[in-house]
């Protein structure tokens, strides 16, 4: 019987993308919901196409269904090249009447992302703690007992916090704390000191713990004591190189820079978790080509937490939720590997049972294996359904479009010795055999290196539902959009970083010196009342000391 009470959000047969074509004349690529789901990837050189395709993708996404508050697309975009992305995604969401849900996350907006968000109690600690290392660069197997030993004292560090503080966190804080914990700001003795009062505090807190306390919440709190007292007990050379290793880590979310992102109470907090169940677009805007760490690092929690409000989701039939995509730009620099749960191999795969989608964009196969490594890299691009394969002179890429497009024959007769074969071919007679001539049957890739070589912007090979089987390449028709510029939020002249660096000095930097003249000394003045000091004659020559 047919389910009369078919909601649209089962229709994954929608068409969501449809991108016009210069050639084959009048063709379009069209993408459904269901194809989105599976995953796609843009590859090319600079200058290849990738970002204005990538412009006619995200724009055709916000305005999809733009005025269903349950079907509008949940999107996080990262904008990390600062072309323009943060402006024509505002210019595009008002014409679509969703100004309201644009967020961007820059050093000068309202907003900040919260460095703990979701350690709300002991049990989510191992959650917490596994996508804030996952942000950090992967390390070699030669580092795994340090990487160990910091998600350890993380743990221990991040509980100790949870138990004795309760409501909102506040990361500058929680960080201070963790340097705290490691001895490192600490005026009345390391936590590693038993007579220290931090250490007096904690353990007499253990103690205090009643026996009827929880069965699961004991078995934490055990951990955590039990992780403090290992630490402890570390000698001094092991301790200091474990202090050594997690402030390195921290660094990643310490300084200046990092604070603009993830400093300021008074800012509101972006919760992805809320992109997904809202329908709001967030834009993640960093620039990589000055903060390529800070990009990276933060780019990568912001896609773990994706990851895990994907997860989270309670879908039925009758609540299928909304579908919610992430659009990653360079994508190299947020690529995560590893075995972990934040994992792009492990969560790619199962994004479309939570109907979240992935597009990215990569100059070649090459920058993900310096990433992922060449197997990781491998395993990565077989849960990617859909590509747009650009001008390219990458082997890896050739390689990739031989599998994908297979080979073509090719017939010639060539001059040749009786039973001559060559390595890449085949000999075969052809009807009356000379001893000097042979048929020659080559195989030759369909889109070999050559092929990609010689594209045109905006020209690319496409792999979809619908074009695989296509003998030539689309040249799809770029979209230059002149965006109004994002500046960030509307700042008071008085209170920008210039103007209060210059208060600073004249309140509270010493005045400009100055020579101590006699009283009996006569002040020349020119004929506009101004000092004349090339007059001045009779001085002091000493000067203040200046307490710098």
Request: with cysteine; glycine share 8%.
């Amino acid at each position: 019987m047919e389910n009369t009470n078919h909601s649209p959000n089962h229709d994954l047969s929608s068409t969501i993308l449809r991108l016009p074509c210069y050639e084959p004349a009048g063709r379009h690529i069209t993408l459904d919901g269901e194809a989105l789901t599976r995953n796609t990837l843009l590859t090319g050189a600079i200058g290849s196409g990738k970002t204005s395709t990538l412009n006619h993708v995200l724009q055709q996404l916000i305005h999809f269904r733009a005025s269903d508050a349950e079907s509008k697309l949940g999107l996080i975009v990262f904008d990390f090249k600062r072309d323009g992305s943060a402006g024509r995604v505002r210019q595009w969401a008002e014409s679509a009447g969703r100004a309201q849900d644009v967020e961007v996350l820059d050093e000068t907006s309202n907003t900040r992302l919260e460095l703990f968000e979701g350690l709300d109690s002991l049990e989510d600690l191992e959650t917490i703690v596994e996508a804030l290392c996952a942000s950090a660069p992967k390390e070699g197997y030669e580092n795994k007992y340090w990487e160990c030993a910091r998600q350890k004292r993380l743990t221990t560090a991040l509980g100790l916090y949870r138990l004795v503080h309760e409501g909102p966190l506040y990361g500058p804080e929680v960080l201070s704390f963790i340097q705290d914990f490691l001895g490192l700001n600490t005026s009345g003795g390391s936590y590693r000191d038993a007579n220290s009062k931090e250490f007096r505090l904690f353990d007499g807190l253990f103690k205090a713990i009643p026996d009827s306390t929880p069965e699961q919440l004991r078995v934490e709190v055990d951990a955590i004591e039990s992780g403090l007292n290992e630490f402890k007990d570390l000698d001094c050379r092991t301790a200091s190189n474990e202090v050594s290793t997690i402030t390195n880590f921290l660094s990643l979310f310490t300084g200046p820079s990092k604070y603009k992102y993830l400093g300021g109470k008074k800012k509101k907090v972006i919760r992805v978790k809320e992109v997904i169940e809202s329908g709001k677009i967030l834009v993640v805007s960093i620039p990589a080509l000055r903060q390529p760490s800070l990009a990276a690092s933060l780019g990568r929690l912001i896609k773990s937490r994706f990851y895990a409000a994907l997860q989270e989701r309670e879908l039925s039939y009758d609540t299928p939720g909304r579908l919610a995509g992430i659009i990653m730009d360079e994508y190299p620099l947020v690529a995560t590997g590893g075995a972990s749960a934040q994992s792009d191999v492990t969560q790619l795969q199962a994004m479309r049972s939570m109907r979240g989608f992935a597009i990215a964009a990569t100059q070649g196969f090459e920058a993900l294996r310096r990433v992922l490594g060449s197997s990781e890299s491998t395993a990565l691009l077989a849960q990617i359904d859909q590509h747009f394969i650009f001008q390219s002179k990458e082997a890896a890429v050739a390689d990739f479009t031989e599998a994908l497009w297979g080979d073509r024959y090719q017939e010639r007769r060539v001059a040749g010795l009786d039973g001559a074969e060559s390595k890449e071919s085949a000999v075969y007679s052809s009807g009356i055999e000379s001893s000097r001539q042979k048929t020659v049957i080559q195989r030759r890739p369909r889109v070999g290196l050559k092929e990609l070589a010689c594209l045109q912007p905006g020209e690319a090979w496409v792999w979809t539902p619908s074009t695989h089987n296509s003998v030539k390449p689309y040249w799809m028709v770029p979209l230059h959009t002149a965006a109004s510029p994002y500046k960030g939020e509307v700042v008071d002249a008085s209170a920008t970083s210039q103007a209060w660096e210059a208060k600073l000095r004249s309140e509270a930097l010493p005045r400009e010196r100055k020579r101590k003249r006699s009283r009996e000394a006569p002040v020349d003045l020119d004929d506009e009342g101004v000092y004349n000091s090339d007059s001045d004659s009779e001085f002091d020559s000493s000067w203040e000391d200046v307490p710098w």
